[in-house]
């Protein structure tokens, strides 16, 4: 292929525009397709949705040198990249509607010699079994004239644009040259290595990655439940485990939310279900998560009358401003449906929103996201101007002590039922081996 070809991509979400504008920012002549026509607009304007990092430089330069634009139908092209959502449905199966579409739409467009690579996540046997027949319609046969690729994306939002460029990629085609193709076509911008093999192990692998980290966010929420009930600090506990050099437990929180690590591990379930047990198990135990942290807040408001309450976070993790299946607005929702008047605070999602307007007169503010701007909260400050001192921390973000040392009684997700005299008992059990460590 040369750097003249042109690469159709369609679906311009937060894994299709920065490949189309990386593509385009590499040589390639790069048309982007969103049934949204708003999408379309922002894009041809050299602007994009959300916040992630060097995104808009890169689109503003890929718009700017003529090698990116947008539309709303798919147009004649060398390779076409499929990259559009595949949420689950009510009953936890993959939503594939969005891909037979983009599918369905490029048919037109084929000619003999294209390559038509999916990157959007699916269930094992999808590329083979759904993809195939609906390019085959075009009267071209794939593996002979149509060149047919799963390429999963494995970027973390908030890192996209480093991870696109230097995670490892597999690549998995319908057959060897198809995969070939495909390596040579990332090769332009993906410095990390890149794994050939064929379409439904590709597809099945990039289940594995999310469920793997699905399970064991499980395993760390279940520690945090065992530390409430066993009465101790669960995070100590967790990062003296993570001393064994095989041994690394990942983090407790509120649930896990976004649109990939939630859902993914369903789309296994839904093709090998007596075989899912413990991926099952994990699911249900990272969903009972809102709720048990919904309660741990109302425990802590003792049955007040007229429970006001500050929430810390709206965002599904950490430093984006993405809300899609959030556990805080979840834990908001289960709290409002309890009585509590909510009040959400979140520099990302909701920067307008005045941190000490969220606090004021509230009887507990609840830490739900640990957002790097959380880590600098002064308890005087906001105490002085709460009706009540009390604090959930569902992310071990906030400084105990000094929480404490502010008049707030602190409770922390897998931290014990209370912070009286037990949490005292565990700061004393830390500085001890603090004190150890140093000698
Ligand atoms: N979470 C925890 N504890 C942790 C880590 C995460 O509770 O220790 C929670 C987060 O707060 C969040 C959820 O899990 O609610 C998911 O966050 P994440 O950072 O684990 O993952 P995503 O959904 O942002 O991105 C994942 C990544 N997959 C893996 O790390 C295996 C990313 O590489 C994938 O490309 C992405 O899914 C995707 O698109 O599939």
Known sequence: MTQKEKICVVGLGYVGLPTAALFATHGYEVVGVDIDHGVVGLVNGAGVHGREPGLRTLVRAAVKSQHLSAQVFPEEADVFIIAVPTPSTADKRADLSAVIAATEAVVPCLRSGDM??????????????????????????????????????????GRILIELVQNDRVIGGIDRVSAERARDLYRRFVTGQIYLTDATTAELVKLMENTYRDVNIALANSFAKIGDLLGLDIWDA???????????????????????????????????SPESQLITTARMINDSMPTYVARSILGLLNGLPDPQVAVLGAAYKANVDDTRGSPALRIVELLAEQGCHVRVHDPHVYPNVDLMDAVQGTDCLAL????????????????????????????????????????????????????????????????????????
């Open 368 to 439: 739900l996201v640990n957002h790097q701007e959380y880590t600098e909260l002064n308890p005087w400050t906001l105490g002085e101007v709460m009706r009540h001192r009390v604090a959930f921390d569902a992310q071990n973000h906030l400084p105990y002590n000094l929480w404490q040392a502010a008049g707030f009684q602190v409770k922390k997700l897998g931290h014990g039922r209370d912070s009286s005299e037990e949490s005292i008992a565990n700061w004393m059990r830390w500085s001890e081996r603090t004190a150890f460590q140093e000698r």
């Open 238 to 272: 967790i990062e003296l485990a993570n001393r064994h050099p095989r041994v690394s437990i990942l983090r407790p929180g509120p649930g896990v939310g976004g649109h990939c690590v939630a859902v993914d591990p369903w789309f296994i379930v839904e093709k090998a």
């Open 116 to 157: 038509i690579i999916l990157e959007s996540t699916v269930p094992p046997g999808t590329t083979a079994a759904v993809v195939v027949p609906i390019v085959e319609r075009s009267g071209l046969k794939a593996g002979r004239d149509l060149h047919i690729v799963h390429a999963p994306e494995r970027v973390l939002p």
